[in-house]
């Protein structure tokens, strides 16, 4: 019975063993690592109004002799457009003071546009093409003021959440002045910052 119990204690100690040293358990589970989410892409969606400044420049030439220049011009628009997804369709109203000497006493003073504009929704960014009613307003050489038309094309990026700048190249043909037989075309190029909403 003595060897018995001794047995028995030596294999108890045996089994024992190994679970006071540490034991041989299951290995342990390497860590999960997860990866960082990407920063979600802004919402770039062109539906609603905007206002904004520009500056841009103006060239005019008319079919009177000795009138036609060019300078700057300084101007306010305001806009609402509509994104459909792929497409965008937008209206609105621009006007530009402008002091350009045209020669003969007559100054080219202002012009202002009402017009519609749509284009392809690039995401950040949008290409459109513009056309509209114009009006151009001068002083002085008494050929007075002219409605008329104008065509051309922009480009439209937003720059943060809420502010976008653009360019914008117009072609504009006026012949109704108040001096009978006095046409003019005007090429105006201008930059803007616009603020949506």
Do not use: C
Not at 46 to 65: E, I, K, M, P, R
Not at 139 to 145: E, H, W
Not at 156 to 182: K, M, N, P, R, S
């Amino acid at each position: 019975m003595k060897h018995l119990t001794l047995i028995a204690a030596g294999f108890s100690a045996l089994i024992a063993a190994p679970a006071l040293a540490g034991g041989v358990g299951e290995p342990a589970e390497p860590p999960v690592t997860v990866a960082p989410s990407a920063p979600m892409a802004p919402d770039n969606n062109w539906t609603g109004f905007s206002v904004g400044a520009q500056l841009g420049y103006g060239d005019v030439s008319t079919n009177a002799a000795g009138v036609g220049g060019d300078d700057a011009l300084l101007g306010l628009r305001a806009y609402y457009d509509y994104d459909f997804g792929n497409f965008i369709l937008g209206g609105g109203i621009q006007y530009d003071y402008a002091d350009i000497d045209l020669g003969g006493g007559i100054t080219a003073d202002s012009v202002g546009r009402l017009g519609l504009r749509a284009g392809v929704d690039l995401g950040q960014n949008w290409l459109y093409g513009t056309a509209g009613f114009a009006q151009a307003q001068t002083s002085g050489g008494g050929i007075g003021d002219s409605d008329g038309w104008f065509a051309g094309a922009g480009y439209e990026v937003f720059v943060a959440q809420d502010i976008t700048v653009g360019a914008e190249v117009l072609y504009h043909e006026f012949d109704d002045f108040d001096a009978a037989g006095v046409d003019a075309d005007a090429t105006t190029g201008a930059i803007s910052v616009n603020f949506r909403f």
